[in-house]
């Protein structure tokens, strides 16, 4: 039951709308001026305002944006007696719901109150369930993956191509099985084709297939990777790699769904989702003729594009806790816990590798900490102790554009180095083959450099 009122100064007109609403099973109010009328739906909750134009007191238009602001925020359905084309303008541009004759039928009348019943109806419901994702292997709640997971929501629901772009590791294969494994197509295969390792001459026959006899070395029917497919997701893995003859038959493949095998006289059905995934600036590989348009067009009805590690610090130690169980895991080791330096060197490297290379890093200092039951800064490469150090130096040197760089850059490099091989030392307790095999420098070098900053192996 919905409540309304009308602002009218046609009595008569004021009397039916009243029956028909009331009879309709609402209840319904009505006011033969401007003023009281805007009274009225000042102090009381109206859902639906029939407003006339034409009011002794005014034009009824000067006050739509008042019964708009109205706390129950009602809809506004004009009537009047002359239908304008300027004042319809004008009413809808404002927001008003429709714009109806009150020479119109009951049944016209009613049909504008009916579907705002409805649509009132509709805002007040809660918004649907949600329901979960699996996200076997995705670990971030940062705002950048935050969207990055809404947007796979919306992909796993809808049978749209998806076009995956983002920096090498970021994530873009995982995401890609995600969006399979969350859609309606996730009992039938997720099939990988790695554009950028097909042979140039057998990408058509592993694509569409090939008959027997097809070419020299065809000895049996081979059904092509499309057709494997079919009724589930083909992943396009470096999209921007797929050779530009093979991008057109491509193109003919997405838009009709049936291709034909190489040396094969029949099409070929496959019904597959399609979803690529690419580092590379595909409008810039436009521009120079090395990708198709209308390609990029087909593939992308919804991009995601994945945030670098670097631009989600927040989520690196959620990350590495992660990948170490299942590194320790995979190893037999009982897990291992990180120092704190540790958490602070991961968090302050950039990672230009992304979550793979960060994946690696623990992996590799995993297998340095032997049966050492933490994690630390000695057990990483060495490259991202350096970077990290640089880093937290450089954050103790002035350094953004107001205040001047007022250190020599070879004492800073000096002195990171000094650090560094003072915590080596500290580290490996003195041992000079553990520094050597750590740092990745040869015997001599390592006894110039602790001669250099006079360090020795007690310090
Ligand atoms: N959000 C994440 N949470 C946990 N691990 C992740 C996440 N994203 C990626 N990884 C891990 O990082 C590694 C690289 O991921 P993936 O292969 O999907 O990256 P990619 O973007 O396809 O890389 P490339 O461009 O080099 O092909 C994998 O080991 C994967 O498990
Ligand atoms: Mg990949």
């Given amino acids: 039951m919905a409540n309304i009122l009308i602002i009218d100064d046609d009595l008569e007109m004021c009397l039916v709308l009243t029956t028909l609403v009331e009879r309709a099973g609402h209840t319904g109010r009505y006011c033969l001026t401007l003023e009281q009328g805007l009274k009225e739906a000042i102090d009381n909750p109206f859902d639906i305002v029939f407003l006339d134009i034409n009011m002794p007191d005014g034009s009824g238009l000067e006050i739509l944006s008042n019964l708009q602001q109205t706390p129950s925020n009602p809809e506004v359905i004009i009537i009047t007696g002359h ?19 009150k020479s119109a039928s ?3 009348l009613m049909l ?3 579907r705002v019943i409805k649509y009132r109806e509709g805002i007040k419901q809660p918004p649907p369930v949600k329901i979960a994702l699996r996200l076997d292997g995705i670990i971030g709640s940062s705002p950048p993956m935050k969207s990055c997971l809404d947007l796979l929501a919306q992909a796993s629901n809808l049978p749209v191509n998806v076009l995956i772009t983002g920096e090498t ?11 399979h494994n969350n859609s309606s197509r ?5 099939i990988v084709v790695d554009c950028a390792a097909l042979p140039e001459k057998l990408v058509e026959s592993i694509l569409f297939g090939h008959e027997k006899g097809a070419f020299t070395g065809a000895d049996s029917v081979q059904e092509g990777l499309i057709k494997e497919a079919d009724g589930g997701t083909l992943f396009l893995d470096e999209v921007g790699e797929l050779p530009l003859s093979v991008q057109k038959s491509f193109l003919r493949v997405l838009q009709e769904r049936c291709f034909r095998p190489v040396g094969g006289n029949k099409e070929v059905k496959s019904d597959f989702r399609i979803i690529a ?7 810039k ?3 120079k003729n090395r990708f198709r348009k209308d390609l990029l067009y087909r593939l992308k009805s919804l991009g995601v594009h994945l945030p670098s590690l670097k631009d989600r610090c927040e989520d690196i130690i959620d990350i590495a806790i992660y990948h170490v169980k299942i590194i320790c895991d995979r190893y037999k080791l009982g897990t291992k816990g990180f120092s704190p330096d540790f958490v602070d060197t991961l968090k302050l490297f950039p990672w230009p590798g992304n979550v793979r290379e960060l994946v690696h890093s623990l992996e590799t200092a995993i297998n340095a900490s032997g049966n050492s039951p933490t994690l630390m800064p000695i057990h990483l490469p060495t490259n991202i102790r350096l970077e990290s150090m640089r880093a937290t130096l450089g954050k103790k040197i002035p350094n953004d554009s107001q205040t001047p760089v007022m250190t020599n850059y070879r004492d800073m490099i000096n002195s990171t180095e000094k650090e560094y091989f003072k915590n080596l030392l500290s580290s490996t307790r003195g041992d000079i083959k553990k520094c050597c095999g750590i740092s990745g420098l040869s015997r001599s070098r390592v006894y110039d450099i602790l001669k250099k900053h006079h360090l020795s192996k007690q310090s």
């Fill in 83 to 101: 239908v304008d084309i300027d004042s319809a303008e004008i009413a809808l541009k404002n927001g008003a719901w429709d714009y109806i004759q």
């Fill in 186 to 190: 996730s009992h039938r295969r997720f």
């Fill in 112 to 114: 504008p109150l009916q």
């Fill in 106 to 108: 009951p049944k016209e």
């Fill in 277 to 283: 995934a690419t580092n590379q600036d595909l409008d």
């Fill in 169 to 179: 590791g970021t994530g873009k294969e995982v995401f890609a099985k995600a969006i």
């Fill in 285 to 287: 590989m436009i521009k």
